[in-house]
């Protein structure tokens, strides 16, 4: 009788141990995906109607700027991207102090049209200030999603831009240099996202006069 109780206990000990493995392996599951955070450099002549294109547009306009920086987002696993820092200062004529990410706080404000596909972007108070888009791989081409005015929506907590839709990045905080820091959520579709300004004249009307701004923001994005 000893026996056999010694041997039952020895089952159900060794059933046990297989039990834990299992769970225990079970459990882990695949490796979640870690945060890959990539640092670009931000012209202050960064026309992001540029972006996705061969040819700076329109083609004719003289005071295009330059081509915006992209970021691939084919390895991007999960929703959304924000940004940890964005450091540096830019100005929109010779002469005039450089302002950080959120711009310049002026009257008459931002109000770009659409040009090309990419949407036209509006702020009642700032001009400036660094946007993005979020493009799949096609060039972008008519229609073009509605302008969003970023008046006041420049302090959600949550951004959330269709493909082709210019929006406010600035310093990526609710607030200037303070606040939560800001999610922005990658569209469906979007495999490409790029960083620029929206200029104008007066930053009014069709996207032009990038050729006077200078200086250039450091931007840290975690993907």
Known sequence: MKRKVILSLSVIVLFAAVQFHCSKKSSTGPEPSKDTTKTIVVNGKANVFAAGRSVLPPPSNALAGEFPPVLSLASVTHRPITFSSIAGGVSGRAGLAAT??????????????????????????????????????????????????????????????????????????????????????????????????????????????YDDNSGELSVTVNL
């Open 100 to 209: 950080g990410p959120d711009g310049y706080a002026e009257g008459s404000g931002t109000d770009v049209t659409p040009l090309q596909g990419i949407s036209g972007i509006r702020h009642g108070a700032k001009v400036l200030f660094l946007v993005g888009v979020f493009l799949n791989d096609a060039e972008p081409a008519d229609p073009a999603p509605p302008a969003i005015d970023f008046t006041d929506a420049e302090h959600l907590p949550d951004i959330r831009p269709q493909l082709k839709q210019v929006f406010f990045i600035g310093d990526g905080r609710t607030e200037t240099g303070s606040g939560e820091t800001q999610k922005f959520y990658i569209p469906d579709g979007a495999t490409r996202l790029f960083l620029g300004f929206a200029d104008g004249y007066n930053f009014q009307g069709a996207p032009a006069f």
